[in-house]
Each structure stands twice: as C-alpha cells, then as structure tokens.
C-alpha cells in the first residue's frame, strides 16, 4: 500500500509529452509514381509495374490526384499549403523498398503549419500539425520458416504521413486524436482509414518531464500499434516505464520501441546509434511541384464540412443533444444517411431517435456498415412521418421497420399487407370500447368507485382486440369519455 | 553500269554513305535492310574480336530487317528506315540482354525497351546489339567494364575514350550504320573525339531518359554517335521530344533539324572561345592548335571571335563528382541482389545477416570505379557533410549555369576542347586518379548547365596520328546552331569521315 501512494506521488510530479506520425494510404486508383492498381489485392505480387519494382531504367511519374488529395488534406487540417514543395529521396537498404530509396518529402514538404481541434474527455483539444507530406509505400517483407519472402503490391502505394507537435498529454488524447484524424481522413473519402490492415498507421512519440521543467524529455518512437486501444496501451506501458528510469535516477535512451500487445509490453528495436542516416536529397528524377494559388483554392471547395462543423451544426439547426449529434456524425456514412431521412421532412428528433436506437443498435448487433444498410434513408424517413401523422404507432413502427429490414419493401407496403395501419376512425374505436366496458362489468365499477388506477387495464383490453393498432390518444380520450359518462 | 554491276559497287561502298542516302537506296529496293544488316553483322564477326566493342547482338535481328523488306511500303516513309543502330549497353531492350558493363547486370534481360529504343524503332531503325561501355557509364576510358577493355580502332594500344567507348569503336570501325551513347560528363563526346565521330549531347530534357539505366540523373543524356554531322541531326530529330514517363523530358518543340542543317552563314556571328587557362589542367600542343585552326577558319568565314573567360570553369570537375556520385550511390542502391541481377552464392553458406546479403552480393556485382563512386557519393550526402559538399556542390552549378545563360545572351557559341588531348595509351590515367577525372575538365560544364554540346571532328595529331574534336556549346535547346556550325567544320576541314584506312 506504502509502496503504491509512494508510486502515485512520484507519477504526479511528471507530465506526459505525446507526438504522433500519423501515416495514412491514400484511395487513389493507381499507384504514386506509377499506373498499376494501388487498392489492396489477395495474390501477392500481382500489382507489380516495372516502377513499382525499381527496375533499371525506370522513373517516377507523380499522380495528380495524389496532389489534390494531399492537398485536401492539409487544408481540412488548417495547413498552409505551400505553392512549391520538393520531393526527396530518403535511402536505406531492406529487401521491401525496390529502389533502396523510399521517394517522399523532407525539406519542403506540400503542407504545413496547421492544426486540429477534437473533444477528448468532455473538453476540446488543440492539437498543432507542423506538416503533412507525401511518400510512397513499401512492399511487405514475410519471414517463413527459414526463407523470407517479398510481397510488392504495396511498393509505391500513395501515402501522406501527418506529423504532429508534442501537444497530447495523456494517452487518451493520443488515441483520440488518432480517431479524429481518421475522421477527418474517412469524411473526404481520401483513406478507408483501417488500422488493423495498415491502411492507417500511427507512430508515438512519447517523452516525460517533471511538472516543474519546461525542457522536453527524451523521447521514444513507438510502432507496431494496430488499434485504439492499443495506442492507448502502449502509451500508458512506455510512460510508466520511463518514469520508473528517471525515478531510479537513469537516463531514458532515444530509440524505437516495437509494442508486443500480447504481453503488453514495448521493447527496443533500434537506438538512434543504429538508426540509419538517411541521406535526403532533392529526387533528380522530378520536378518540384508549383501549386497555383487558384489551384489551391478549387482543392479547398472539394473539402467537405467537418465532423466538428457537422456536429456544432446538427445541434444549432436540428436541435439535437451534442451526444446525439457526435453520435451521428461519428462517420460522414451515418451523417449523410441522417440528413437524407430529413430530405423527407421528417422530424429531425425522431429521425435522430430511430438512427441511435433502431438502426445503429442493430449495426452494433450485426457488425454491419451504414453503406450496406437494408433499409434507405428515405423508407425510414417515410415511416417516421406516417408515425408523426399517427397513421401508426410507434410499437407499429418497430414492426414495421423490423419487416423493412428483412424486405426491403416500402413502410406503405408492409402496412397495408399486414394490415397495420391505426384505427383512429371514432366510430369503430367507439365499438371496441363499448364492447370492453360491456365486457367488464365489475371493473367500471370499481373505477367509478375511485378506483382510478385500473384506467391503463381498459386501454390494454381495447389494443388487444385492435391488434395494437388503436390510435393511443384517441383511445385514451374515449375510454376516458365513456367511463366518465 | 549492269543493275548487277551497281549492286556490287554500292555493297563495296556501303561505309562511305550517310544514313539518308541508305535509307533512299532501301527505298529504292537497290538495297535490302536485311542485306545490310547481314553486312554489318559480317564486319562485327570479322573485327569485334580485336575491338571488344559489341557485347551482344539482336538474336531477332534478322527476321526484323526480313520482315522490314517484306512489307517495304508500310514502311518506306520512315526516316531512319532500315538502319541498323547498336546501342549503348545501358538502353533497355525488351529481350536482349542490358547489362551496363557490370558483372550486376550481367545476365539482366529486361521486359521492356527503353524510349529511346521505341523511338528508334519506330522511325524505322533495326536495333543490331549492344556496346560495350564503362560500367554504369562510369568512367572516360572503356577501362571499367566487366566485359574487359574496348580497344581503339584507329590504334589498337589507345583506348577509345569513354564511358560509351565500344558505340564509339564500333561507329568507327563500321560495325554499324551509327550507335546511340549517353553522355553525363562528356561520354558521347570524348570517344566521339577519340574516334574521329560526330557526338552530341543535347540539351538536359530534350530525349526521354526512360530505360536508360541512371548513372547521374540530372545530368545523363543520350545522344547519337555517327560518321557526320547530318546523321547525328537525324537520329536526334527521331529521339528527343517529351515522353509522359519522363517527368524531366522537355514539352519543347522539336525542330527539323536536318532539313534546317546547312552550313552556317556566320558573318558577324559573335562566338567565344574557352579560356583553357581557367581549367585546373592544360591541354595538349595538338589540341590547342586545332582549336587554332578551327579559329582561323571561322574568322576567314567572317565570325566574330572573342576569348570568354568562365572565371568559375575550375569548379566544374569538383562540383560535377559530388553530385554525380552523389546522385549514383542513390540510383545503383536497387542493385542489391533481392529482385534481378546477380546475386552472391555466399559460398554455399547462409548468410548470417540481410547487411552480409546486401555487402557481399554489391562487392562481387561492382567493379572497382563503381565502388568507389559510390563511397564518394554516401559520403557526400551523409549527415553532417550534406551541406557542405552535396548543397554546396548544387549551389555552384546554378552560379555555373547563370554564368552560361549571361554568356550565351552575347555569344550564339561557345567553342571549347573536347579532352586535353588525343586517345590516350591503354596505360594511362588509372580509374580513380584525379588524372583520370581531370580528362573531363572541358566537357562537365555542359551537363552542369543542361546546355546542348556537339564534338565533331577538327584534325589528326600529327605526333600520334590520332583524331582531335572540337566541341561547339550553345545555348538551351539550340542544336541547329551546333549543326550548322558542325556543318561548316565538316565540310572546310574535312577531318569528318575519315576511317582507319585497314578497316576500309
């Protein structure tokens, strides 16, 4: 006990230095520098031009749309875009990089000097860009058994690597701020955005120093971290751990941790000793990129609102809660289905309540997408107004968008198939009600006696016989009525 | 004559005729591409052995001048029609061996053709086979090739220059109707001075480099090798003009250069000449006096000759080998043995780590100039010396550069040495000696400066009857001025066309 509250106090002194290295592959059709598909492929090998595999005598021709992408990016992300920017080589050696040269920008990179705000823990966070470059993805190197094997289909796979400033405090913000450039990247349609497959890839730096000091500490670059909760993880892991070194009156060593998220533990890779020198230079190959600021301007009319902006407006112009509004917005996919629903005119509220509760629950059921979901938007925002016109009940409208979901047919369809349409009609609802209070002699009587309570017991008995198509308020006003008389 | 009787006199004439009038004898059917073909394939059988200057021949050469001659009217429009052309060995050709003059590369057959090669192809050109070079164009001697030295044809204990000596031997020699060289500090040229050729360098971007192996990026260029001046502008007006998969290929119109060539009219034409006191070296007796005579000449014909002084000349050698080797220890990092090319056996041993892999397979594929070059350029660009040899090297060349563009806003040309002197022995200069790298002293500011640059031939030495160049610089994009020029020193000078009269 002594040793954990000695253990928490030694913590509090020390505050938590995180920056990230954020790399994200492009959805382009083609490759960076070269015509061959860049989307993923099952069979190894199979989308390998002669550029992509470094042959001799090949050079790099620059996707345009990788620029306009790119672009997109830095400006959704308040960069200033730079009118020219260079592309460098940076050289090593591994059997996964054809060229032993990755081609990216070092000096004059396309983007930089933004930054990005997001919600972390109930309060919004600033956290600064200081650039935003392109590069080109290597292959896959597999080791098996005792022959190692290469895989190019991801040499030359577009990429823009989004490095941040040393702004998290807290594994927390890390991982949220992953999420939300993710968001970001998944709004613009630029990355699918899937950490497990690497179509998303972060790298931590993370350093500690006491409260007191305004020097940054030593840092460590972590990799290898595939999820949120992982990135969470290792983060925690790595700042216990220099804690613990700096405690003990060490120094922390500047160097590459793997994270081993079975063990949940970080190990060195390689100290700045062993790190390469990469040796940059200008790629002589191509030419540096001129960016008009026309050009530029068209590039920030192609971005579209952001998840922030959505969320602040869904709650200014639809009134809705900020939990339902993040909620909605969490992906562009759920924020468009929503606003189509309104195109219906229905209700916004009742339109959000059946997206969380309805169609979003079964997604959580189902692991399903948005993108491939039975019932559309504007079906779903039919149904809402028949309920709103209180053709049907709500406990009707559950029936009904259950049918939708297996059918696919029209609310109007099902309804008028199973015949689910609300009696409001006064003239049969009258019949019903007579027919219960006929039926139940002893209990009018006991309601006449004060018994109020037994009302609920008339409404259940009459909805019985409706098959629960009785318009509830008319009902109430009626039984109410007929008791009453 | 008989018809039979002018074959015969045409076949035994073969060498004395450029490629325009070949092609129009083609036309005509007085001659065949495949006899032709069959004609240069003879002489390479008879005088390869003694040159080393051929390493492989087109295995389908044949069936392509067959199929040429059998479907003549589809063709006959073509302007390098049937002209069989060896190239470079650092031209990818689709299914014929490309090996760079290294041990690498050595049994590299690569799935498609270089630009170039398509370019050729398609103007009606039969590629015949590859030369032999200096490794990755590495050198100015033909000393640093795998495939063992190129011998000069007009003496065979001279070396033919480099690094495109074996295109070169084999234009001189008559192995072919013209070769195509690359030239990033003088190798197209040198040997085209060495061997009493036309060479020429055009401007940085005006031929695609795509499937040229890279030696030095920013400065490599290919250009043709031929008996005179008109040749040159043909295959050139075939080559150049932009290629999508060459971002540094040049939109700039290509002009007609042969139908423009004629001899200059250069009255009042204001050319400089080099100061060659700037240079960190001198050139030889010869050399100085046939740049004499090239003088006298353009003077008689009412050229306005001045002296001009490029003060930041003696940069030129350092500022070209940081950044040459600079850009090569970045270009040859591909050749490491995972994908194409040789690969160590290790000894029949695993080894132990990828570093052993990589090290042991690029000490047995390199030659010793390669692995040189490469070590200068690592260290170049390493950390901690970038900015003061690599940035600094960049620096210098856009001073050399700006210095060329305010020359040429007064001068139309710029006349210069090609070498310091004739061929030299096969002795001489050994790679990695600043001697060696000090031969280029004339010729490196051209490619620093992407200026277009032409050696044609001037004279012969009269001490060791060996064949002089003049080089012609001019400003970006202005070949014709080279050619007319060229023209001029080719007719009144009469150096150009001549061969070692035993291969005659």
């Given at each position: 006990m002594e040793q954990n509250s000695q253990h928490a106090n030694l913590r509090s002194e020390w505050k938590t230095v995180i920056g990230l290295e954020i790399h994200a592959q492009l959805l382009t059709k083609s490759k960076l520098f070269s015509p061959d598909p860049s989307h993923f492929v099952e069979k190894e090998n199979e989308h390998i031009h002669f550029i992509s595999l470094g042959l001799p005598g090949?050079?790099?021709?620059?996707?345009?749309?990788?620029?306009?992408?790119?672009?997109?990016?830095?400006?959704?992300?308040?960069?200033?875009?730079?009118?020219?920017?260079?592309?460098?080589?940076?050289?090593?050696?591994?059997?996964?990089?054809?060229?032993?040269y990755q081609i990216s920008q070092y000096e004059q990179p396309i983007c930089e000097n933004g930054y990005i705000e997001f919600e972390c823990k109930g309060k919004r966070k600033k956290v600064r860009i200081q650039r935003v470059?392109?590069?080109?993805?290597?292959?896959?190197?597999?080791?098996?058994?005792?022959?190692?094997?290469?895989?190019?289909?991801?040499?030359?796979?577009?990429?823009?690597?989004?490095?941040?400033?040393?702004?998290?405090?807290?594994?927390?913000?890390?991982?949220?701020?992953?999420?939300?450039?993710?968001?970001?990247?998944?709004?613009m349609k630029v990355c699918d955005g899937n950490l497990e497959e690497g179509s998303l890839r972060c790298d931590c730096n993370v350093s500690v120093q006491k409260i007191s000091d305004n020097k940054l500490g030593t840092r460590t670059e972590l990799k290898n971290l595939n999820s949120f909760k992982f990135i969470e993880k290792a983060i925690e892991y790595e700042v216990n751990r220099q804690i613990h070194i700096l405690n003990e009156g060490h120094k922390v060593i500047q160097e590459t941790r793997l994270y081993d998220s079975t063990k949940n533990k970080t190990f060195s890779l390689r100290s700045k000793e062993e790190a390469s020198d990469y040796r940059y230079f200008p790629d002589p190959d191509l030419l540096p990129v001129s960016l008009s600021k026309q050009w530029i301007e068209?590039?920030?009319?192609q971005i579209p609102e952001s998840f922030l902006q959505k969320a602040d407006r869904f709650q200014k112009e639809y009134g809705l809660s900020p939990k339902e509004s993040f909620l909605i917005t969490e992906e562009r996919?759920?924020?468009?289905?929503?606003?189509?629903?309104?195109?219906?005119?229905?209700?916004?509220?009742?339109?959000?309540?059946?997206?969380?509760?309805?169609?979003?629950?079964?997604?959580?059921?189902?692991?399903?997408?948005?993108?491939?979901?039975?019932?559309?938007?504007?079906?779903?925002?039919?149904?809402?107004?028949?309920?709103?016109?209180?053709?049907?009940?709500?406990?009707?409208?559950?029936?009904?968008?259950?049918?939708?979901?297996?059918?696919?047919?029209?609310?109007?369809?099902?309804?008028?198939?199973?015949?689910?349409?609300?009696?409001?009609?006064?003239?049969?609802?009258?019949?019903?009600?007579?027919?219960?209070?006929?039926?139940?002699?002893?209990?009018?009587?006991?309601?006449?006696?004060?018994?109020?309570?037994?009302?609920?017991?008339?409404?259940?008995?009459?909805?019985?016989?409706?098959?629960?198509?009785?318009?509830?308020?008319?009902?109430?006003?009626?039984?109410?009525e007929k008791l009453n008389s | 004559m008989s018809t039979k009787c002018?074959?015969?006199?045409?076949?035994?004439?073969?060498?004395?005729?450029?490629?325009?009038?070949?092609?129009?004898?083609?036309?005509?059917?007085?001659?065949?591409?495949?006899?032709?073909?069959?004609?240069?394939?003879?002489?390479?059988?008879?005088?390869?052995?003694?040159?080393?200057?051929?390493?492989t021949i087109n295995p389908d050469i044949l069936q392509t001048a067959e199929n040429i001659d059998k479907n003549l009217n589809q063709y006959k429009d073509l302007p390098l029609l049937g002209i069989p052309i060896l190239l470079k060995d650092v031209f990818c050709t689709k299914g014929i061996r490309t090996t760079a003059g290294s041990k690498i590369l050595e049994n590299f057959i690569s799935p498609y053709s270089a630009e170039v090669v398509r370019r050729l192809e398609k103007a009606g050109a039969v590629i015949l086979g590859k030369c032999n070079?200096?490794?990755?164009?590495?050198?100015?001697s033909n000393k640093n090739s795998a495939f063992g030295p190129v011998y000069n044809p007009w003496n065979k204990k001279y070396v033919p220059g480099g690094s495109s000596g074996g295109s070169a031997a084999a234009v001189a020699a008559g192995l072919c109707a013209a070769s195509m060289g690359t030239d990033t500090g003088g190798s197209v040229r040198q040997p085209a001075s060495f061997c009493n050729l036309v060479g020429v360098k055009p401007t940085y971007g005006r031929v695609s480099r795509y499937g040229m192996i890279a030696y030095a990026s920013s400065l490599d260029q290919a250009g043709p090798m031929t008996m005179c001046v008109e040749d040159s502008a043909l295959i050139l007006e075939s080559i150049s003009g932009k290629d999508e998969k060459d971002s540094t290929s040049s939109i700039k119109e290509v002009p007609k250069w042969l139908h423009n060539c004629q001899s200059q009219n250069i009255k009042n034409m204001k050319i400089g000449f080099l100061n060659k006191e700037e240079a960190n070296t001198s050139c030889s007796p010869e050399v100085v006096q046939s740049l004499e005579q090239v003088k006298t000449l353009l003077q008689s014909k009412g050229a306005l000759v001045e002296?001009?002084?490029?003060?930041?000349?003696?940069?030129?050698?350092?500022?070209?080998?940081?950044?040459?080797?600079?850009?090569?220890?970045?270009?040859?990092?591909?050749?490491?043995?995972?994908?194409?090319?040789?690969?160590?056996?290790?000894?029949?041993?695993?080894?132990?780590?990828?570093?052993?892999?990589?090290?042991?397979?690029?000490?047995?594929?390199?030659?010793?100039?390669?692995?040189?070059?490469?070590?200068?350029?690592?260290?170049?660009?390493?950390?901690?010396?970038?900015?003061?040899?690599?940035?600094?090297?960049?620096?210098?060349?856009?001073?050399?550069?700006?210095h060329f563009v305010k020359i040429f806003s007064k001068y139309s040309l710029l006349i210069a040495p090609v070498s310091l002197s004739t061929a030299f022995s096969l002795e001489e200069n050994p790679a990695g000696t600043l001697e060696s790298y000090l031969i280029d002293s004339f010729t490196v500011s051209a490619n620093l400066a992407g200026l277009p640059a032409l050696s044609v031939p001037a004279c012969f030495s009269?001490?060791?009857?060996?064949?002089?160049?003049?080089?012609?610089?001019?400003?970006?994009?202005?070949?014709?001025?080279?050619?007319?020029?060229?023209?001029?020193?080719?007719?009144?000078?009469?150096?150009?066309?001549?061969?070692?009269?035993?291969?005659?």
């Open positions: 090949t050079l790099p021709v620059l996707n345009q749309k990788v620029l306009e992408y790119s672009t997109q990016v830095g400006l959704a992300l308040n960069c200033h875009i730079n009118g020219r920017s260079v592309f460098a080589r940076k050289n090593y050696f591994y059997p996964d990089l054809p060229k032993g470059h392109i590069e080109e993805d290597a292959g896959r190197f597999h080791h098996r058994g005792h022959c190692s094997l290469v895989n190019f289909n991801r040499a030359g796979v577009p990429l823009v690597e989004i490095v941040s400033m040393p702004d998290m405090n807290s594994p927390a913000e890390a991982a949220e701020m992953v999420r939300s450039i993710r968001k970001i990247l998944k709004y068209e590039q920030r009319k996919s759920r924020a468009d289905y929503f606003e189509k629903m309104l195109k219906t005119k229905a209700s916004a509220q009742l339109s959000a309540n059946w997206l969380i509760n309805e169609v979003l629950a079964r997604f959580n059921e189902n692991r399903m997408d948005i993108d491939n979901c039975p019932v559309t938007p504007e079906q779903l925002g039919e149904m809402i107004k028949m309920i709103e016109r209180k053709e049907i009940s709500g406990k009707i409208g559950k029936k009904v968008f259950s049918e939708m979901w297996n059918t696919k047919k029209n609310p109007v369809e099902i309804i008028k198939k199973l015949g689910l349409k609300k009696i409001s009609d006064p003239n049969i609802l009258s019949s019903m009600v007579e027919e219960i209070i006929n039926k139940f002699p002893k209990q009018v009587a006991d309601y006449k006696n004060g018994k109020e309570k037994i009302f609920g017991f008339f409404i259940g008995e009459v909805m019985k016989i409706s098959k629960g198509q009785a318009d509830p308020e008319a009902l109430n006003k009626m039984v109410k | 002018l074959l015969w006199w045409i076949k035994m004439d073969l060498l004395n005729y450029k490629l325009h009038e070949l092609t129009s004898l083609i036309r005509k059917k007085a001659l065949s591409v495949k006899e032709l073909c069959q004609f240069y394939m003879d002489r390479i059988e008879k005088y390869n052995s003694e040159l080393n200057a051929v390493l070079q200096d490794e990755f164009a590495m050198g100015n002296d001009v002084s490029v003060p930041i000349m003696n940069m030129s050698v350092p500022v070209y080998y940081l950044i040459s080797t600079s850009e090569a220890s970045s270009n040859l990092a591909r050749y490491d043995g995972v994908r194409y090319g040789y690969r160590s056996d290790f000894q029949n041993k695993k080894p132990d780590h990828l570093e052993e892999f990589y090290s042991q397979t690029r000490k047995e594929g390199f030659g010793s100039e390669v692995k040189r070059r490469i070590i200068m350029g690592t260290y170049c660009l390493s950390s901690g010396y970038y900015d003061e040899y690599y940035n600094k090297a960049s620096q210098i060349r856009r001073i050399i550069r700006d009269s001490a060791n009857q060996l064949p002089i160049g003049v080089q012609l610089i001019a400003s970006h994009f202005d070949e014709q001025t080279l050619f007319n020029t060229a023209l001029l020193i080719q007719e009144e000078l009469k150096a150009v066309g001549k061969r070692p009269s035993y291969l005659v």
